[in-house]
Structure formats: structure tokens, C-alpha cells
């Protein structure tokens, strides 16, 4: 394996490359939150019904989570630029076909290309950030993007909302695809090659690779753990479209503004994860976290027989995203710190499991979320409490960022 640390003037001021670095990694936010006010619309555009829109959104997570195992090796072998590049032009080219979708059939399709095209930007982002940080700092790091990419989420549903109002589902993904192709130049303006071995591209060294990681029973419990808490929010996201509008009465325009106490739950948990995580150990954040999200879930279940109301989801749901914004920057730097000179298959099968854990959640919930919102609870509560038995059976001196 030949040595290619980048050097000093190669890489960016953080200043720098944190914001691109987010943007990046928003990638797979910005394609689900911007048209999630779309989604009711669709059902009557493409004369389908609620479970068949709902494959729109799981055949993207099945193409994000299924390309994680091309990207990593790919990126190890190949370096970070041009599958970061291949993988945004794929992204940006299959979003505009969306826009031109006239089934649902096409348009599933198309998401799941879209899927395979985003996918490059966190995985390579999580690569990119343990490539050129050490692991309490990567923590760090890692925690300050995921603030920067909750500010999507905060505007996309409002600003798909809008469009969805002022001009047509259609325009939602043109407007996705224009930040796809700014991202191209952006990332081959400023992005530096920051691999630092080049792995060979061969069914030996990949199996090699895939095998060493199966064999850390302490990356799994973090993967696992995090895959469990990710899923059951993306559960919600996945729903909470039907649920709000549908079953709420939430107006469309108005759907951003509850979502935006979602995010800022995101946001809480990750600022705490980018102040304490030089004076906290990892897993008793992501203990703190799973806490959190368990009773967030369980206020949700309780308050769901009471008066039917928005907030009764959206406030409850805010505190189990404010566990998220705890547990997924630590549970990351936790999982790709054993593997520098991997680093970006590591991260691969990290959002593999995540995505497709995601995914198949995100399907059951289209198939439960029929007239109860208990069913995408269920599930949600399954997740937390799944989440919350793997982080307390954890020894926090496995997980030490110190090396």
C-alpha cells in the first residue's frame, strides 16, 4: 500500500472544509425533507395510493444503503475525488429525471439511482473527516457538520412546501438537482485528495477488509446501536408527512414550521456532542442520548390517547432527534476509529446497516401507517429501546478517543 498523506497546504482551512464537508453529508437529508410535503400530492398525481408513494422513499434508501458497498472500497482504492465526483454527477443527472417522472413506477426508479448517487456524500464525508482528524477531534468535527446539515432540514420541508405551492412537485427536484451540480464544482474547486493509503482494488483485499470488520464485535455493537436510533427517526421522517397532513390537518405550507422542532432537537443533541465531547466519554453520550430517545418515543405513545393534536407528535419526537444528535457523531467516530487505514469502507458499512436498517423501517411504516399513528410508534419504540440495551451494555474504555 502506497503512503499519499495529503500535505499541509493541500488541505483547507476547517473553516473550509466543514461547510463542505456538511453539504456533503446533507446530501441524503436534502433529497427526503425537500419533497416529504410532497408526498400526499403524489398519491393523487400518479392515481396510486399511500403505500405506493411511500416505495419512493424506501427505493432511495435502498439505493443509499446498497451502493455503501462499492463506494468504500472504491474510495480506498481510487482515492476520494472521483467517486465523490462520479457519485454527485450520477446524483444530480438521476434527480432531474425525477422532475420528469410521468409513473410511479419511474420515479421509484429514478430514486433509487438518486439513492446510489447520494450515497457518495456521507460515506466519503465520514472518510474524509477521519482522514484528516484524529478520533476526539473527528467526534468534534463530525457533531459541528451534523449542526451545519440540520439548518436543511429546518428550511426543506418549508421551502418544499412553497414550491410544492407556488409551482409543482416537479420544481422540487429541479431545485434538488441545481444544489447537486453546485456541490460538483464546489467539491473539485476546493477538495483535496485526503486518502492516505491506496488499497488494491481486488476481490482479495476488499473480502480482506470486509472480513476484518465483521470480526470487531465492538464496531457492530456501534453500528448496530446507532442503525437502530437512526431508523426509527427516519421512520418518522418517512411518515410524517401523512401523519401531519393527513391525520393532523397540518396544511402543506405549514408542515416546515412543526418540522423545525424536529431538527432543533438534532441540533441540540449535536451542539452538546461538539462542546462535551473532549470531556465526556463516548458512550456516556450515546447512554445520554438512547435515554433520551426511549423517552421521547414513550411520551409519544402515552400522549397519542390523549386529544389529538401536532404537537402531541412533533415535541415528543423533537426530544428522541435530540437523542440522535448525541449518539450518531459519537457512535461514528466510535466505529471508524480502529480502521485509519480503511477508513472509508468502514464508514461504508456503517451506513450500509444505517440505511438499510432505514430502509426497511421506512417500508414497514408505509405498510402500518394506514389510519393509526400507532404503528410507525411501535416501531419507533422497538428501535429506541434496541438502541438503548446495545449503548448500556457498552464498556466505555473500549471506545477511549485517546490514542
Given at each position: 500500500m502506497r503512503?499519499?498523506?495529503?500535505?499541509?497546504?493541500?488541505?483547507?482551512?476547517?473553516?473550509?472544509?466543514?461547510?463542505?464537508?456538511?453539504?456533503?453529508?446533507?446530501?441524503?437529508?436534502?433529497?427526503?425533507?425537500?419533497?416529504?410535503?410532497?408526498?400526499?400530492?403524489?398519491?393523487?398525481v400518479f392515481?396510486?395510493?399511500?403505500?405506493?408513494?411511500?416505495?419512493?422513499?424506501?427505493?432511495?434508501?435502498?439505493?443509499f444503503a446498497m451502493f455503501h458497498l462499492f463506494c468504500g472500497p472504491l474510495a480506498d482504492s481510487f482515492g476520494r475525488r472521483p467517486i465523490l465526483l462520479a457519485g454527485l454527477a450520477l446524483f444530480a443527472l438521476s434527480t432531474l429525471a425525477c422532475a420528469l417522472a410521468t409513473t410511479v413506477d419511474e420515479l421509484i426508479l429514478w430514486r433509487f439511482l438518486q439513492g446510489i448517487g447520494a450515497c457518495v456524500g456521507p460515506t466519503l464525508g465520514r472518510a474524509i473527516a477521519r482522514d484528516l482528524f484524529a478520533p476526539r477531534e473527528a467526534a468534534r468535527v463530525l457533531a459541528t457538520i451534523a449542526m451545519l446539515i440540520g439548518i436543511a432540514p429546518a428550511i426543506a420541508p418549508t421551502l418544499g412546501g412553497l414550491i410544492l405551492v407556488w409551482t409543482g412537485w416537479e420544481t422540487i427536484f429541479v431545485v434538488t438537482a441545481v444544489g447537486g451540480m453546485a456541490l460538483i464544482f464546489w467539491t473539485a474547486r476546493t477538495l483535496p485528495e485526503s486518502v492516505p493509503f491506496r488499497q488494491p482494488f481486488h476481490p482479495t483485499t476488499i473480502l480482506s477488509n470486509y472480513r476484518a470488520l465483521f470480526a470487531n464485535a465492538l464496531y457492530w455493537r456501534v453500528v448496530l446501536a446507532s442503525a437502530a436510533l437512526y431508523s426509527g427517526m427516519m421512520s418518522f421522517v418517512a411518515g410524517s408527512s401523512f401523519v401531519l397532513i393527513d391525520m393532523k390537518g397540518v396544511k402543506p405550507e405549514h408542515f416546515g414550521p412543526y418540522f423545525f422542532f424536529i431538527v432543533l432537537g438534532y441540533i441540540s443533541g449535536s451542539f452538546v456532542t461538539s462542546r462535551q465531547a473532549g470531556r465526556w466519554s463516548a458512550v456516556f453520550?450515546?447512554?445520554?442520548?438512547?435515554?433520551?430517545?426511549?423517552?421521547?418515543?414513550?411520551?409519544?405513545?402515552?400522549?397519542?390517547?390523549g386529544p389529538a393534536a401536532p404537537l402531541t407528535l412533533v415535541l415528543p419526537m423533537a426530544l428522541y432527534s435530540a437523542g440522535v444528535g448525541l449518539v450518531l457523531p459519537n457512535a461514528t467516530a466510535c466505529a471508524l476509529r480502529p480502521f485509519p487505514n480503511m477508513a472509508a469502507t468502514a464508514s461504508?458499512?456503517?451506513?450500509?446497516?444505517?440505511?438499510?436498517?432505514?430502509?426497511?423501517?421506512?417500508?414497514?411504516?408505509?405498510?402500518?401507517?394506514?389510519?393509526?399513528?400507532?404503528?410507525?410508534?411501535?416501531?419507533?419504540?422497538?428501535?429506541?429501546?434496541?438502541?438503548s440495551f446495545l449503548v448500556f451494555r457498552m464498556n466505555p474504555a473500549d471506545f477511549d478517543y485517546d490514542y
Open positions: 503512503r499519499l498523506m495529503p500535505t499541509k497546504t493541500s488541505v483547507p482551512a476547517p473553516s473550509t472544509l466543514i461547510p463542505l464537508l456538511a453539504g456533503l453529508v446533507a446530501l441524503g437529508p436534502i433529497s427526503i425533507d425537500l419533497y416529504l410535503p410532497a408526498l400526499p400530492t403524489l398519491v393523487d392515481g396510486t395510493n399511500l403505500s405506493r408513494v411511500q416505495l419512493s422513499m424506501s427505493s432511495f434508501l435502498a439505493g453520550l450515546m447512554r445520554v442520548g438512547a435515554a433520551l430517545s426511549l423517552l421521547g418515543i414513550t411520551a409519544m405513545f402515552l400522549l397519542e390517547f461504508a458499512m456503517f451506513g450500509f446497516v444505517q440505511m438499510g436498517l432505514g430502509a426497511l423501517a421506512t417500508a414497514v411504516v408505509g405498510v402500518a401507517l394506514t389510519t393509526s399513528v400507532f404503528g410507525m410508534i411501535l416501531i419507533m419504540l422497538l428501535l429506541a429501546a434496541a438502541c
